[in-house]
């Protein structure tokens, strides 16, 4: 998985709780990202990362943040939990824009009761 | 509101048959095409991609196929084996930061 890691690798939590997913690569990758995974919508972008503390948002940000303090860690919090948020969140990275493939990571599967 | 349409949502296709997943999309400044393989329990991973100045790109027995002015590309996969049983994705690019969007998935099932 090109030097991804993401953890944990499954969680269930209770609606309410906060939630942090963590990515990181070991590539020096500049472009991080942050997916969920649902049955019928595909694969979604959450947030996205440029740069080191250079974040903004994708198409489903609401309820969700995030943080890059450094190159290889991308953090993925969610404040209150919901069971809408149940999915399975992937990271990926990209070296580029010039060379425009991501690799993805292994993916943490997250259930909210 | 989707930005990139894929049919089908699942395909069945005899060993050694041609598989073709077909995609959609409206955004005319998406400017990268690629395609994604995934398997169970793993994260997607880049098969394939073309860019909107060329109709047709081929690597090994994956090929894909665009159509600017109809605003469609698809994937065809030749001479289809049980290990291509996987689910598909397409994508699209626009702008900075290589954001993608994602089509919906084709979960093929090649059988013996």
């Known amino acids: 998985d090109a030097g991804i890691t993401q953890s944990p690798r499954h969680k269930v939590t209770e609606t309410g709780t906060p939630v942090t997913l963590r990515c990181h690569q070991t590539e020096n990758h500049r472009y991080m990202y942050w997916y969920r995974q649902d049955p019928g919508h595909g694969l979604r972008l959450i947030h996205y990362s440029y740069g080191v503390k250079d974040t903004d948002k994708g198409e489903v940000s609401d309820g969700y943040s995030v943080s890059r303090s450094k190159t290889e860690d991308f953090l993925l919090t969610l404040e209150s939990a919901t069971s809408s948020q149940t999915s399975v969140y992937f990271c990926?990275?990209?070296?580029?824009?010039?060379?425009?493939?991501?690799?993805f990571g292994p993916g943490t599967r997250l259930t909210v009761l | 509101q989707q930005q990139v349409k894929q049919s089908p949502q699942s395909l069945i296709v005899q060993k050694g048959g041609i598989s073709i997943i077909n995609c959609a999309y409206e955004n005319t400044a998406f400017d990268y095409f690629p395609w994604y393989q995934q398997f169970p329990g793993k994260g997607p991973a880049l098969l394939i991609a073309?860019?909107?100045?060329?109709s047709e790109k081929k690597e090994g027995r994956f090929t894909i196929s665009f159509n600017k002015s109809a605003k469609q590309f698809s994937l065809h996969i030749m001479d289809s084996q049980p290990g291509d049983s996987a689910t598909y994705f397409c994508a699209a690019r626009v702008g900075t930061a290589s954001k993608l969007t994602f089509g919906t998935g084709t979960r093929l099932q090649v059988t013996l």
């Open positions: 073309i860019r909107p100045d060329v």
């Open positions: 990926a990275i990209s070296e580029s824009v010039k060379n425009n493939e991501q690799f």
